[in-house]
Protein backbone atom coordinates (compact mmCIF):
# COMPACT_ATOMS: atom_id res chain seq x y z
CA UNK A 1 0.00 0.00 0.00
CA UNK A 2 1.40 3.33 -0.67
CA UNK A 3 1.30 4.97 2.82
CA UNK A 4 3.45 1.92 3.80
CA UNK A 5 5.71 2.72 1.00
CA UNK A 6 6.33 6.17 1.60
CA UNK A 7 7.07 5.40 5.21
CA UNK A 8 9.53 3.20 4.33
CA UNK A 9 10.96 5.53 1.81
CA UNK A 10 10.76 8.14 4.57
CA UNK A 11 9.19 10.60 1.73
CA UNK A 12 6.26 12.67 3.57
CA UNK A 13 2.98 13.64 1.21
CA UNK A 14 0.41 15.93 1.78
CA UNK A 15 -3.55 14.38 0.95
CA UNK A 16 -6.96 16.16 0.70
CA UNK A 17 -9.62 15.73 2.93
CA UNK A 18 -10.59 12.10 1.63
CA UNK A 19 -6.87 10.55 3.36
CA UNK A 20 -8.50 12.28 6.98
CA UNK A 21 -8.34 9.60 9.80
CA UNK A 22 -5.46 6.96 7.84
CA UNK A 23 -3.34 7.17 10.96
CA UNK A 24 0.27 7.69 9.62
CA UNK A 25 2.82 10.45 10.24
CA UNK A 26 4.26 10.55 6.71
CA UNK A 27 0.58 11.62 5.23
CA UNK A 28 -0.65 15.42 6.23
CA UNK A 29 -3.89 15.93 5.67
CA UNK A 30 -5.43 19.59 6.26
CA UNK A 31 -7.93 19.99 9.29
CA UNK A 32 -11.48 19.52 8.94
CA UNK A 33 -14.70 21.31 10.35
CA UNK A 34 -15.90 25.07 11.04
CA UNK A 35 -14.49 27.72 13.24
CA UNK A 36 -10.72 26.34 13.41
CA UNK A 37 -8.53 28.66 14.99
CA UNK A 38 -5.82 30.34 13.48
CA UNK A 39 -2.90 28.25 13.26
CA UNK A 40 -4.89 25.50 11.67
CA UNK A 41 -6.30 27.75 8.90
CA UNK A 42 -3.19 28.67 8.29
CA UNK A 43 -1.50 25.30 7.90
CA UNK A 44 -4.72 24.39 5.60
CA UNK A 45 -4.25 27.72 3.13
CA UNK A 46 -0.18 26.60 3.22
CA UNK A 47 -1.10 23.37 2.00
CA UNK A 48 -3.65 24.09 -0.47
CA UNK A 49 -1.06 25.96 -2.21
CA UNK A 50 1.63 23.31 -1.96
CA UNK A 51 -0.83 20.94 -3.45
CA UNK A 52 -2.34 23.23 -5.87
CA UNK A 53 0.36 23.07 -8.80
CA UNK A 54 -0.07 19.26 -9.02
CA UNK A 55 -3.97 20.02 -9.27
CA UNK A 56 -3.68 21.55 -11.68
CA UNK A 57 -1.47 19.40 -13.62
CA UNK A 58 -4.09 16.39 -13.11
CA UNK A 59 -6.80 18.89 -14.00
CA UNK A 60 -4.66 19.39 -17.24
CA UNK A 61 -4.15 15.63 -18.31
CA UNK A 62 -7.77 15.24 -17.88
CA UNK A 63 -8.66 17.68 -20.63
CA UNK A 64 -6.43 15.78 -22.92
CA UNK A 65 -8.80 13.19 -25.02
CA UNK A 66 -6.08 11.32 -26.54
CA UNK A 67 -4.90 10.25 -23.63
CA UNK A 68 -7.97 8.63 -22.90
CA UNK A 69 -7.82 6.47 -26.21
CA UNK A 70 -4.15 5.47 -25.60
CA UNK A 71 -3.38 2.08 -26.75
CA UNK A 72 0.22 1.54 -25.62
CA UNK A 73 3.61 1.31 -23.27
CA UNK A 74 3.04 3.91 -20.00
CA UNK A 75 6.81 4.68 -21.63
CA UNK A 76 5.60 6.20 -24.65
CA UNK A 77 2.42 7.46 -23.01
CA UNK A 78 5.27 9.80 -20.56
CA UNK A 79 6.71 10.86 -24.43
CA UNK A 80 3.43 11.39 -25.60
CA UNK A 81 2.14 13.13 -22.30
CA UNK A 82 5.85 15.23 -22.48
CA UNK A 83 4.92 16.49 -26.24
CA UNK A 84 1.50 17.80 -25.09
CA UNK A 85 2.78 19.55 -22.64
CA UNK A 86 5.30 21.60 -24.53
CA UNK A 87 3.06 22.04 -27.60
CA UNK A 88 0.65 23.28 -25.04
CA UNK A 89 2.92 25.85 -23.10
CA UNK A 90 4.66 27.14 -26.12
CA UNK A 91 4.01 29.68 -28.48
Known amino acids: MIPEQLKAAGMPA ?3 KGYIGLD ?3 IATPWKGRRKP ?29 LR ?3 CS ?3 ATDIVRAITVINHTG
Open 74 to 76: THR
Open 14 to 16: LAD
Open 38 to 66: GKKKRQNRIQAELRAPGERGFAELKRWWI
Open 24 to 26: DQN
Open 69 to 71: RLR
